[in-house]
């Protein structure tokens, strides 16, 4: 059973419009969450991250939510680029432990110029 | 500037062959891991070294073995290998396994086994 879920493989968007890529978790005790982004023949990469104790963190364009009561986060890109495309994992951990780190299955967004 | 390199960065084999994936990172991490990407399943952990001279197992160890041969280096061997083992590898690397679960990831090696 997948403990972090990601519902939609792929979404697309319009270049300058806002993407919104979505993540629900089972586990209760996760107190962490991040997201990374892969490209093609490329390892993912860290792009932006959440402690439970807060609800929101911005970085640039890109903007992570977290609803604990709902068990759901999501990522919002403002505006996107063409660059964005990409595949999006979410990821969820224990007390900020990397080894107990989580991944969703990924959510490729496609953004048409 | 090169992270976390791997290789190879693909290869075939037989059902029954043996083979290592090597891996290594120059950030001077602790803590390396080894995870598959299956397709629709997302990363899963297959072995960890939380510090040089430790390694425990993850998420879906069974047919694998690994050697955190020194600080640096993070290896990752199949055995007998197995058509269900065709998959995408990526080691990976963090400062402290107790840190904020930020991963530097290698370029991933593609395996497919006949």
């Known amino acids: ?113 | 500037n090169a992270g976390v390199t791997q290789t190879p960065k693909f290869q075939v084999l037989k059902t029954g062959q043996s083979m290592t994936l090597q891996c290594a990172q120059d950030m001077n991490h602790n803590s390396m891991y080894w995870y598959r990407q299956d397709p629709g399943m997302g990363l899963r952990l297959i072995y960890y070294s939380a510090s040089e001279g430790t390694t425990d197992k993850g998420e879906v160890p069974n047919g694998y073995n690994v050697s955190r041969l020194n600080k640096r280096e993070f290896s990752l061997r199949l055995e007998s290998a197995a058509p269900s083992q065709t998959s995408v590898y990526f080691c990976a690397s963090s400062a402290l396994a107790g840190y904020t679960g930020e991963l530097f990831f290698g370029e991933g090696s593609r395996l497919t086994v006949l």
């Open chain 1, 1 to 113: 059973d997948q403990q972090v879920k990601q519902n939609s493989p792929s979404l697309s968007v319009q270049e300058g419009r806002i993407s919104i890529l979505n993540c629900d978790y089972t586990n209760s005790m996760f107190d962490y969450f991040l997201w990374y982004k892969k490209y093609p023949a490329e390892g993912p990469t860290f792009l932006i991250s959440i402690s439970s104790i807060k609800d929101k963190n911005e970085d640039g364009r890109f903007t992570v939510f977290l609803n604990k009561s709902a068990k759901h986060l999501s990522l919002h890109i403002v505006p996107s680029q063409p660059g964005d495309s990409a595949v999006y994992f979410c990821a969820a951990s224990l007390s900020g432990s990397a080894r107990q780190l989580t991944f969703g299955s990924g959510t490729q967004l496609t953004v048409l110029p």
